[in-house]
């Protein structure tokens, strides 16, 4: 007699690098296996959608070829022969690694490296923890969000907007710098509904002609890094016919006649010679959002990854606020809603431990870092033992050759606490095999929506994997560490830093599935005034002192420009390097997350870069060519895809596909640089000046 499964629809939360973090509606089948996910139509935001990767999350979660068991190295480093040991042995051994590091070379030696393979509060920053109760070197996460978040708070005095689910109210949504078809689904659902429910018009501003774009009405095609001149050619226009709110600029901004006189000069004109869009388009465009009270400004990270990222994302928020957007129900902006959760992480992260003295390096020159420069040392001893969780480096960090040279220094000692057989654990020393999040409790927030969540344990993790959590516990155990936070199930974690940050305790928020901690409309659109201490919003921009933890001015600080411009500290292009390139991401991959399920590489199939047809008829290029770019930092081989959907001069390689997807085995990251970007650190991933032949 067939007995039929039982199939459980349980909720969880979607932890991957994506601003969207969906509720998902989980089957569990039989209790130990997973279904079909869906996007939670109970989660407001999600609103029942969430992208492909995760719907067929069965193909990544019950993969055959998840890491089960803890293993040594027995080859060379990178042979990939490894020999399977116990988690004592495991342990005691990173134990022993560590405290003859810290013996040698002082407890600085070691780099504990970790990043948002999950967003789980507790199973990412658990690592934290024991850095800094150890006083190990300390880890200065750039690689993603800073440059970001630097932009929007020296505006609005914090990372916080509009509630993007009043996209459905909004007459215009300008998707500016982010392509969410692919990369955070959600936006999409409520933007095309105020589209048919109000003929809501959607305009895209990016480098390429992508899946969003392809879905807009209004088509702002920029050349890369050059989104500041397009703001400033814009405000010209809503200042000079008279589409300023000035009784609102008057109430809650620092706008002055210096602003002013500032933009009379950035002409359309001028912004079109920058940016390639014609004068036409950017005066059309400015009369629109000038007409359109409801303008509601979704913006991105995407052009953010830019030496003048921070002055991109700055000039893009001025825009709406020129217009006084903010003031109607469906205008403003929005971003991230970081600075809403105010969480207190002290438990998690053993902020109670933290010596300001320690040393703390900067996760995106883990290159040279590896490799001995001093001035990313910050004058302290090499890095000699490295403890890595969520995260891929040897595929995702820029300057991938420093990065590959210092991960084969046979001085260096690597575990690797992952789910697959990255490219990163294949370089290790010791390779531990780690749960997914259906497989462990966790804590989850939404950087693009508003609700915080308890993800359960749904499952039993195959074979002998273990949580982040319990790593860093058995390992404390090993070194001596005794913050009481290594003494806590990751469920007595939850609960308590629930309770410390006001959010009550895990039952509550367990019962709530999902809890909503949108602040209320006059606070999102902050109508009692911005979030800096004059109250107001900074049109003139203090970038040496913009309100948020940082780790000391970087880059070329100095020189960024006070009011909205086109800062010119991106690479140009000079005779050896006429092409710019960005390593956008790609819709079946996440990061390097989904490298591994049959789905998402047979979407993303081999790596691409696209390339214009005029640009490539100079070159004797014709799609399906293998070609190789290149620049000072390195060089790299696939796969010509010509297109006329970007500007002359531009490349773009979808990404990140793994190194060895590659032709001769070398990533997109041979060509990104890692040096800091202004102000406070970050990586100019889509800020490339490049070269291509046909290889
Ligand atoms: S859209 Fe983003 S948050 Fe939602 S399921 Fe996909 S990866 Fe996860």
Redesign the pocket.
């Known amino acids: 007699m067939n007995v039929q499964p039982q199939i459980a629809i349980k909720h969880s939360t ?1 932890p ?1 690098d ?1 601003p ?3 509720g998902l509606d989980v089957e569990v089948i039989d209790g130990t296996s997973i279904g079909r996910v869906r996007g939670s139509k109970r989660q407001s935001y999600t609103a029942g959608v ?2 492909a ?2 719907a067929r999350y069965a193909e990544r979660i019950h993969h055959p070829e998840r890491l089960t068991y803890p293993m040594r190295r027995t080859g060379p480093k990178g042979s990939g022969q490894f020999a399977r040991i116990t988690w004592d042995e495991a342990l005691d051994e990173i134990a022993a690694k560590f405290n003859a590091a810290e013996r040698d070379f002082g407890a600085e030696s070691v780099w504990p490296y970790f990043y948002a393979g999950t967003m789980g509060l507790v199973m990412r920053g658990g690592i934290d923890r024991l850095t800094h109760e150890k006083k190990y070197s300390r880890f200065y996460g750039t690689i993603c969000s800073t440059v970001a978040y630097v932009g929007f708070t020296a505006g609005t005095g914090k990372v916080a907007g509009v509630d993007p689910r009043e996209m459905v109210k909004s007459d215009l949504i300008v998707i500016w710098g982010t392509n969410p078809v692919s990369t ?3 936006v999409m659902t409520h933007a095309t509904r105020a589209r048919k429910e109000r003929g809501a018009k959607i305009a895209a501003i990016d480098i390429y002609d992508n899946d969003t774009m392809k879905q807009a009405d209004i088509k702002i095609l920029l050349r890369p890094g050059t989104d500041g001149a397009f703001a400033c050619g814009v405000m010209h226009v809503l200042f000079r016919d008279g589409f300023a709110d000035r009784a609102y600029l008057a109430a809650y901004t620092d706008a002055s006649p210096e602003l002013e006189a500032h933009l009379a000069t950035r002409t359309p004109e001028w912004a079109s010679d920058i940016c390639g869009v014609p004068a036409a388009e950017i005066e059309a465009f400015a009369h629109l959002v000038g007409t359109t009270p409801r303008s509601f400004f979704r913006l991105g990270y995407g052009f953010t990854r830019s030496r003048n990222g921070a002055t991109q994302m700055h000039a893009a928020l001025c825009v709406p606020t020129v217009t006084g957007a903010w003031q109607h129900e469906g205008g403003g902006a929005f971003f991230n809603n970081a600075a809403i959760w105010k969480f207190d992480k002290t438990l998690i992260e053993g902020l109670d431990v933290i010596d300001p003295t320690v040393r703390r390096l900067d996760q995106s020159r883990i290159g040279r870092i590896l490799t001995g420069d001093a001035d990313a040392l910050r004058g302290g001893p090499p890095v000699k033992a490295m403890l890595i969780q969520n995260t891929n480096p040897v595929t995702v960090a820029p300057e991938q050759a420093l990065v590959r040279q210092g991960f084969a220094r046979e001085d260096l000692f690597v575990a690797v606490h992952e789910q697959f057989m990255t490219e990163t654990a294949m370089m290790a020393d010791l390779v531990l095999p780690a749960t997914m999040f259906m497989e462990h409790d966790d804590l989850y927030y939404g950087g693009g929506h508003q609700h915080i969540s308890v993800g359960a344990k749904l499952i039993d993790a195959p074979g002998e994997c273990r949580a982040n959590h319990d790593v860093i516990q058995g390992l404390a155990a090993r070194l001596g560490a005794t913050h009481r936070g290594f003494a806590m199930t990751a469920r007595e974690i939850i609960d308590a830093t629930l309770a410390a940050s006001g959010h009550g305790g895990i039952d509550g928020l367990e019962a709530d599935i999902w809890r909503d901690l949108q602040p209320d409309f006059r606070a999102s659109h902050y109508l009692d005034g911005f979030a800096h201490a004059d109250g107001k919003f900074h049109f003139k921009a203090d970038w040496a002192n913009v309100p948020m933890a940082n780790a000391g001015l970087m880059g070329r600080w100095e020189t960024m420009p006070s009011f909205p411009d086109h800062w010119t500290a991106i690479e140009t292009v000079d005779d050896a390097h006429p092409f710019r390139l960005a390593t956008s991401p790609s819709r079946s991959f ?1 990061n390097t997350s989904f490298n591994e399920t049959p789905s998402s590489q047979a979407r993303e199939g081999a790596p691409t870069v696209m390339i214009h047809p005029v640009d490539a008829a100079q070159l004797g290029i014709a799609d399906g060519d293998a070609v190789t770019l290149g620049n000072p930092r390195g060089e790299t081989t696939l796969t010509a895809r010509i297109f006329d959907g970007l500007r002359r001069g531009v490349l773009i390689a979808e990404s990140i596909h793994p190194n060895k997807s590659h032709i001769g085995g070398r990533g997109i990251n041979m060509l990104t640089g890692s040096e800091a970007v202004a102000p406070y650190g970050g990586a100019a991933f889509h800020d490339n000046k490049v070269w291509m032949r046909k290889a």
């Open positions: 979607c991957h994506c969207s973090a969906c969430v992208c990767k995760v955070q689904v959600n996440l």
